[in-house]
């Protein structure tokens, strides 16, 4: 069996102090404003095919750096399920409603005739009040829609997304493209389709577009955001910074638990560096168990024996590679009886279980 050489694609995030997270943020800042100035300048006619194609290509271009978000409320759901920290999540919506605002002054900038509408207080592109929905659609219907199609966007995007690439993780993106495509085609002509708080925040910060009807459109989808977020959370089960998961998992006390689920750091007694995230330990972990399956997966250099005893219970002393060593069984420097049976019979009980965890990470917190 072949283990996943990443994690899903939303379980992603890097210490907040690091480079990579500046990365992350910048990603979302400036996707989100190109899908802004896409989607809100695009012809009615081919808007849902549009918005699919275009979510699909920015998820797939950020997905590495910062999970491909893109949505206020896919951070905070990823947040409320356990596979991002909170504080991490709010500064994602902050950059992602920065970037709603930079997308809709692009499109000042670039569309014909838009001097008129900035801060005019009257329509503009992307603006979505009574000036462009339909007179005969009511709240309740604007609710009604948004909540219905934001539920379909994020359960679709959140069940893919939070999979291993082994399963779905590496479609997410065509999912999340392909599940906004179809709710913009049924939906869009009623509401525009919004289905993400940073699309309306934008026209209305640069536009001065009236307000009267943004809260039916937040609440909608904020409703939609709770029932996609319960649905993955029976089917999926919490991530590994819920505290349900993290403190019977890693032996945490309950402000450690809490702590990691606000933060993403672990307790300095499981990481050596200070930048190391449970991201970042998970990783390891799953790389010693491939290491006894024998997939070549280089592991870093670290103590072990303490670590894999709290978060498996089992007696595996430490193992040392490196990323010169090449992927033989012999290579362990130092392994107990029960590990050396393991690596020398394969139909061992304890290893099969071993490589059943390996091809799914989320796994190892599930135990």
Known sequence: M???????????????????????????????AFFQLATHTAPEDFAPVLQGLTLAALVFIAGHASGGHLNPLIS?????????????AMMY??????????????????FPNSDRFFLAGVTGPGCLDRSTVPADVTNS????????????????????GLDTPAACGSFAPVVAGLATAACAGSGGQYTGASLNPARIVGPIVIFGCKEELAPQYLLGQLLGAIFSTGLVAAIARPGPLNPCVSRPALKLKDWEAWRLWLTGYPPSRLKITSTETVE???????????????????VVRRRTSLDLE????????????????????????????EVALMLQHPEITQREHLMETCASPMKIFRS
């Open 141 to 160: 219907m604007i609710i009604g829609w948004e909540c219905l199609m934001t539920g379909m966007l994020m359960s679709s995007f959140l069940m893919c």
């Open 76 to 88: 905070l759901s990823t947040a409320a399920l356990g596979y991002h920290p909170w504080l991490h």
């Open 93 to 110: 919506c902050t950059m992602q409603c920065l970037g709603g605002i930079l997308g809709a002054l692009f499109a000042q900038a670039l």
């Open 310 to 337: 709290i978060l498996f219970g089992e007696g595996i002393s430490t193992m040392v590679r490196t990323t010169s060593q090449k992927s033989e069984p012999n290579m362990v420097t130092e392994a107990p009886r």
């Open 280 to 298: 970042t330990i998970q990783d390891y972990y799953l790389q010693i168990i491939c290491y006894l399956e024998g997939t070549p997966l280089p």
């Open 2 to 32: 072949t283990a996943p050489n990443k994690q899903c694609i939303l379980f992603n995030y890097k210490a907040i102090k690091s480079r990579t997270f500046g990365l992350s943020l910048a990603a979302e800042l400036f996707c989100v």
